[in-house]
């Protein structure tokens, strides 16, 4: 027996229990009707003329509905007499290569054949113009030669500053269109900046692209869409704002605000571009935002399939797995850190043999007197916590609080013959 399973051998993982935790469930459940009425708003579809090559730029997140959001938008531009292709938008994303980024659509179901338009990937960027402070402007030379460009994205608090524009149609212009020298200027002078760069870039861009309008979404707290607005390229900037803050009200969050240990099943870009949202789980990247419950020590396991093996926030956890470890693609990781200059999520954090240790281990220092008063809470990832699992010595809690139901009695994880949760 190693020396870390000798360490770690009698520490006791607590008993768990089911809980549902409660949001605002409010949602669009007709979305293609909503979108095509959208779409038909002034200055919206009607800016795309008979035989125009519209770009449309799509990226890297897990957004709800973005296939059918593409295709709803691909094919009001087709009959609208266009020529659409679809940009990928992602900075430096599906490590930083063209085929890369277009494998990551395809993860999405944004496919070639599912949209019924042409994917056209590249890296290379051209000089827009430069930032009065000296940042250079970039855009992706595909999507500089259309004759119009529409972006979709979600909009959302973001994970490492705060501003009146943070995750949005703005930022995606800025970094997403910019690609990975894009995203590496926008990032060069570091998060601090962040609020002011992200609108000066993407107004530029705005100005001198032929960008006519934006899909902005917002999502509540059970990940589905509560909210499509098309905005004309001119609005973008002054409706963001209100859209964020409708999007920070329905963030989803884990309704305890003292944790020991937060385990965390799956990490991944798809989730989060930190692999999990530090909105949820407390933990920032830096200084420069702030939220979410005190957590003492933090677990994660495993890698998402979608995020080919960038373990982008690996580094903010405290324990790790050598499943995950084997997983991790350094390099498509690691030029996360030297995109964003932000690199201590990419570091890799404590290694253990399996969940089994890894989770003592969150236990065995996380900085209380009697490891059996442990309180636990288990979660799939940051974007599913309507059913999560929490450790007994959280039930007094939960029964207390109107927006969380206790589902089941009290049990023991179950780990198989490897040391993994098997479920």
């Keep these: 027996m190693s020396i870390l399973r000798t360490v770690l051998e009698e ?26 009425q959208e779409l038909q708003k002034p200055g919206a579809i009607e800016r795309i003329k008979p035989g125009q090559q519209v770009a449309v730029a799509v990226g890297s997140r897990g957004v709800a509905n ?12 087709k009959q609208a007499g266009g020529h659409p292709f679809i940009v990928p938008c992602m900075g430096s994303h599906g490590g930083a290569t063209a085929e890369g980024q277009k494998e990551v659509l395809h993860h999405l179901g944004v496919t070639e054949e599912a949209m019924g338009a042409p994917i056209r990937s590249s890296m290379e960027v051209v000089k827009l113009d430069e930032l009065p402070n000296g940042l250079p402007v ?38 997403g269109l910019g690609k990975q020298k894009g995203a590496e200027a926008c990032h060069q002078l ?31 707290a059970y990940d589905q869409t509560c909210r499509i607005e098309v905005l004309p390229s ?13 999007a ?16 965390i099943d799956y990490i991944g870009k798809n989730i989060s571009g930190d ?21 003492s020590k933090m677990v994660v396991l495993d890698l998402t399939p979608e995020t080919k093996g960038n373990a982008n926030g690996v580094g903010t956890a405290d324990f790790t797995t050598q499943r995950l470890v084997d997983k991790m693609d350094r390099a498509a990781t690691f030029v996360n850190g030297l995109t964003s200059t932000v690199c201590a999520p990419t570091k890799i954090s404590t290694t253990l043999d399996n969940d089994f240790y890894a989770i003592k281990a969150g236990v065995k220092t996380c900085n209380i007197l009697d490891y059996t008063k442990c309180k636990l809470v288990r979660i799939q990832d940051t974007l599913h916590l309507g059913e999560i699992e929490i450790s007994v010595n959280l039930l007094d809690e939960a029964r207390n609080h109107p927006d969380i139901e206790v589902l089941t009695e009290p049990y023991d994880l179950q780990f198989d013959s490897e040391g993994n949760l098997t479920k």
């Design 11 to 36: 520490v006791p993982i607590p008993q768990m229990v089911r809980i549902r935790q409660k949001f605002d469930a409010a949602k669009i459940d007709n979305l293609e009707e909503v979108l095509q």
């Design 275 to 295: 692999g999990m949202d530090p909105n949820i789980t407390g933990r920032y990247p830096t200084p420069y935002a702030h939220g979410g419950p005190d957590v």
């Design 138 to 175: 970039y855009v992706d030379k595909i999507a500089s030669t259309a004759d119009a460009i529409v972006v979709i994205n979600r909009v959302k608090p973001h994970t490492a500053f705060r501003g009146r524009i943070e995750s949005g149609i703005m930022k995606m212009i800025a970094i």
């Design 234 to 246: 001119e609005q973008i900037e002054a409706r963001e704002p209100a859209l964020l803050e409708e």
């Design 248 to 263: 920070k009200a329905r963030l989803p969050k884990i309704l305890f605000e003292q944790i020991d240990v937060l385990v």
């Design 66 to 77: 973005i296939a059918l959001f593409t295709k709803i938008t691909i094919d009001a531009i």
């Design 190 to 220: 570091g998060f601090k900046y962040m609020a002011e760069n992200v609108p000066a870039m993407a107004s530029i861009m705005i100005q001198k692209l032929p960008i006519v309008f934006g899909v902005a979404l917002v999502e509540n």
